[in-house]
């Protein structure tokens, strides 16, 4: 179901395009250790990819796209996502796990969206995204301020 947070974050994008409003990369070839399966590994990014598409679905935040990716270079620290938008700042985001933190992602990407630049205030992140922080990258043609 669709909270009313999450139906008016696109009013609060400065009137983007919904289908663009806000993406989140899933990264599908980080491998988990695993004991209990033959290879020795699985690959948790895929079951992650398809959990958020199916929630995204589920709630209709059809501005939020989920869009798996190949590799995010954050390989010993699986599942990882980026959360990005045109001129936002991108956040990758990683040790997440599709059951335990699958509403905090989804509600990251919904904060993420109503900012103009992408820089959520850390008291409004959920818990499990200020604890995976790896990095906030500028978007293209950024110039930084006066100081």
């Known amino acids: 179901m669709t909270t009313p947070s999450e139906t ?13 409003a806000a993406t989140i990369f899933v990264c599908t070839t980080c491998r988990r250790k695993r004991a209990d399966v033959p290879e020795g590994y699985d690959l ?13 679905a589920s709630r209709q935040l059809t501005w939020l ?9 954050v390989c010993r620290r699986p599942c990882t996502v980026a959360f990005a ?3 936002k700042w991108t956040h990758i985001v990683g ?5 335990a933190h699958l509403g ?12 103009p630049d992408g820089i959520v205030p850390w008291p409004e992140q ?4 200020r604890r995976g922080g790896v990095a906030r990258v500028p978007p293209l043609g950024w110039k930084p301020g006066p100081e």
């Open 8 to 20: 008016t974050a696109l009013s609060k994008t400065d009137g983007r395009d919904a289908a663009v």
């Open 126 to 129: 959920p818990q499990a995204i």
């Open 44 to 56: 948790p990014g895929r079951g992650l990819a398809l959990a958020l598409e199916r929630e995204v």
């Open 85 to 87: 938008g045109p001129g």
């Open 95 to 99: 040790d997440l796990d599709a059951e």
């Open 104 to 115: 905090d992602i989804v509600s990251a990407a919904v904060a993420f969206a109503r900012t």
């Open 65 to 73: 796209t989920v869009t798996p990716v190949a590799c995010l270079a």
